[in-house]
């Protein structure tokens, strides 16, 4: 949420980010219905004046046993008329309240101008794999190997829903275990086991509401979301709350399920593992300094990484342009890894600075030194998520066989085994 001051103040600036983004919104209205709730506060606190000067009247007339009727005839009718724009302004202030959370953030000034194909390329890790026989799709391997049974899933849920059986369920453990580790332990990230259900404030602080509500699972009869990632329960773990200065970076990290329901999305891309509606993910959020958060951003990237050069996979590091960027986001880098067999990079990875977003629509602050209070800025990044992460890793470590090797620093996690293969 931007403030509603700043837009005031620096509306060229918002019509040029909303411009930059390709975002509609009706800035015009905005802040016309503004002005007009400026103007009706500016003539209730005028009638209020009068009526406490009247009845400073009133209590002297009763006093020198004056007949106050008059007087007191009058301030009900302006006691009514005050009740009367008290009401129209209550109007405009929901809809502003409602207008407000529908404006994006404002692109950081090195995001690259433009749609997608704007997307900058910042740097490459690793070499993709070169093969002596045709890489199979991991659909295929997966199918091979039996790890991973859609047709299974299904007939339980519905279609997009991924099993994973035997070493595929090994596996995926394996990996949230391998990951949770490196970012508690070497990264300084506090693990956090959060419910997978959030509330619509949460939801709403976040940023997934309202403008993304078709894309989530609601219960029906409670209104409890299922987690689209958990960056919203952490990220809303200090909702309303005043964090210490020296605190500052407070850094968690959380596994949970992610659940999407990607509505409208279909065709080729979503076969397999490449667009499910759940999968599982590593969350890295950061409640960082103002003055700070940047290079906390370029921290938060790196250990993201360090995921994928742990599994030695091969990746790439985008930075999002402004037709690209997300909702809430101020900058944003994607880690894409290659998929041999799609002969694609594969995003595994969004890291973004929301800057002051978030906290103000969650109203989290920290108090400095001079004892004022101010918003966070708020950082996220999957640290990684597993879906794609799988399909890059039967992909780019598969044998001619159909079996795939497991990289180096994952076997601890499997009691030693070395690769994958049909039983």
């Known amino acids: ?147 991973i049974d859609f047709k299974m899933a299904s007939k339980v849920t519905g279609s997009n829903f991924p099993l994973f059986i035997g ?35 949460s939801m709403t602080g976040t940023g997934q509401l309202p403008k993304f509500e078709e894309d989530m699972y609601r219960l029906k009869d409670d209104d409890y979301f299922l987690v689209p990632t958990a960056e919203v329960p952490l990220t809303n773990l200090h909702r309303d709350e005043i964090l210490k200065e020296e605190e500052l970076p407070v850094k968690y990290a959380a596994y949970t399920p992610c659940f999407r ?15 499910v509606h759940q ?26 990484e360090a995921v994928l050069q742990l599994l030695e996979l091969p990746y790439r590091v985008v930075v999002l342009s402004t037709g690209d960027l997300g909702f809430a986001a101020s900058k944003c880098y994607d880690i894409e890894a290659h998929a041999p067999a799609a002969g694609a990079y594969l995003e595994v990875s969004s890291c973004s600075n929301f800057e002051e977003f978030q906290a103000r629509r969650a109203n989290i602050k920290f108090r400095d030194k001079d004892g004022a209070s101010r918003f966070v800025h708020t950082l996220n990044g999957s640290g990684v998520a597993l879906a794609r992460t799988v399909i890059c890793l ?13 990289p180096k620093a994952l076997r601890p996690y499997l009691d030693g085994q070395e690769r994958l293969q049909a039983r």
């Open 1 to 147: 949420m931007l403030d509603i001051k700043f837009i005031r103040e620096n509306r060229k600036k918002v019509e040029e980010a909303l411009k930059r983004r390709g975002a509609s919104f009706d800035l015009e209205r905005f802040l016309k219905l503004d002005e007009e709730r400026r103007r009706l506060l500016k003539e209730v606190e005028e009638l209020k004046a009068m009526r406490n000067t009247a009845s400073k009247e009133i209590g002297l007339s009763l006093r020198e046993k004056k007949d106050p009727t008059l007087k007191k005839e009058e301030m009900r009718g302006v006691s009514q008329k005050i009740a009367d724009l008290d009401g129209e302004v209550g109007e405009i202030v929901s809809e502003i309240d409602e207008l407000s959370y529908l404006i994006p953030n404002i692109p950081h000034s090195s995001v690259p101008v433009g749609d997608k194909t704007a997307n900058r390329e910042i740097r490459r890790w690793g070499k993709e794999r070169k093969f002596s026989f045709k890489p199979k799709h991991h659909l295929e391997l997966s199918e091979h190997i039996g790890i």
């Open 394 to 406: 039967l992909e780019h470590f598969q044998e001619a066989d159909g079996s795939v090797v497991l």
């Open 279 to 304: 999968f599982d993910k590593v969350e890295l959020v950061k409640f960082a300094h103002p003055e700070k958060s940047y290079e906390e951003h370029e921290s938060l990237l790196k250990d993201a």
């Open 261 to 275: 329901r990607e509505a409208g999305s279909y065709g080729k891309e979503t076969k397999g593992l490449t667009r």
């Open 167 to 201: 070493d595929g369920a090994r596996l995926e453990r394996a990996l949230i275990r391998m990951m949770l580790d490196l970012h508690t332990q070497k990264h300084g990230y506090l693990e956090v086991s959060p419910p997978f259900l959030v509330n619509r404030a």
